[in-house]
């Protein structure tokens, strides 16, 4: 049954992850990550979507892999877990960013982002439609480039089945 009022992170993470990751993909590296910024802040909220929802907060200038203490942070003075909550109406962009398979989707407002959520069909995405993402995710970094001969074997196959 779909729910279509998201009270928790919890609830977000849950249907994200439930749409986008396939049963067999165990990579933490591929979990959706959704990064959540608001008015008149700088620090903006990354939401890592796996069974347990793994809120961190990002700093205008910080490199990547850096996170900053939520203490330390635009929203100290909110709990973790409600806080997406308390300040929806001030968000500005809400982005899910690409890894693995996932491609990149933003929204301009809470409501667009759960319009969207709404959307999503729970019984995720079928392997099929990720297959080829996964399949260069895996390969693109070896040597010789895989990826030269995963793209040569597909165009034989093509040619072959005309």
């Not at 895989?146 to 034989?156: C, D, G, L, S, Y």
Request: glycine share 4%; charged share 30%; proline share 5%.
């Amino acid at each position: 049954m779909k729910k279509s009022v998201y009270t928790t992170n919890d609830d977000i993470a849950r249907q994200v992850y439930r749409a986008l990751k396939t049963p067999s993909d165990k990579e933490r590296r591929t979990d959706p990550i959704l990064a959540f910024h608001f008015k008149g802040k700088e620090d903006y909220i990354l939401m890592r979507c796996n069974k347990v929802p793994e809120i961190s907060i990002k700093g205008k200038e910080q490199t990547a892999g850096e996170v900053k203490f939520f203490a330390y942070s635009d929203f100290r003075d909110y709990d973790p877990t409600v806080v997406l909550f308390r300040l929806k109406d001030d968000i500005t962009l809400v982005e899910l960013y690409p890894k693995g398979a996932i491609e990149p989707l933003s929204f301009d407002s809470w409501s667009q982002f759960m319009k969207w959520l709404e959307s999503l069909d729970e019984n995720g995405v079928q392997i099929s439609l990720k297959l080829p993402c996964l399949v260069y995710e895996a390969v693109r970094s070896q040597n010789p480039s895989m990826q030269t001969f995963i793209v040569e074997a597909i165009k034989h196959q093509l040619k072959e089945g005309d």
